[in-house]
Nanobody, 125 residues
Framework: QLQLVESGGGLVQPGGSLRLSCAASGFTLDSYTIGWFRQAPGKEREGVSCISRSGAYANIVDSVKGRFTISRDNAKNTVYLQMNSLKPEDTAVYYC??????????????????WGKGTLVTVST
């Protein structure tokens, strides 16, 4: 069974850090572009960051630029999202998603092949 499982969410104070992990089972991630998306209460899901199969290419949304970093370790079949200087507006359920690709192109939520169930990040005092 093909699965993506996110972990690492939780409650953190403003200014704190979390590292989210996205682990794959049932398939190897090195053929897949991976994206992190988030959905805050009452808002639409938005793309946060996207990384190519090899990790050579990545992009990130302006609202988290300089604070979040995406990376991957294909040997561990895992993609990460390091989140620093967290703000209350970063509160959301964070999802990872995978799309099988031959060439690099950015992630969009309507063409990803597999999704995880999400992990909740709450930034609050």
């Amino acid at each position: 069974q093909l699965q993506l499982v996110e972990s690492g969410g939780g409650l953190v104070q403003p200014g704190g850090s979390l590292r989210l992990s996205c682990a794959a089972s049932g398939f190897t991630l090195d053929s897949y572009t991976i994206g992190w998306f988030r959905q805050a209460p009452g808002k639409e899901r938005e793309g946060v960051s996207c990384i190519s199969r090899s990790g050579a290419y990545a992009n990130i949304v302006d609202s988290v630029k300089g604070r979040f970093t995406i990376s991957r370790d294909n040997a561990k079949n895992t993609v990460y999202l390091q989140m620093n200087s967290l703000k209350p507006e970063d509160t959301a359920v964070y999802y990872c998603a995978a799309r099988r690709d031959l060439i690099w192109r950015s992630c969009t939520s309507n063409d990803m092949n597999y999704w995880g169930k999400g992990t909740l990040v709450t930034v609050s005092t």
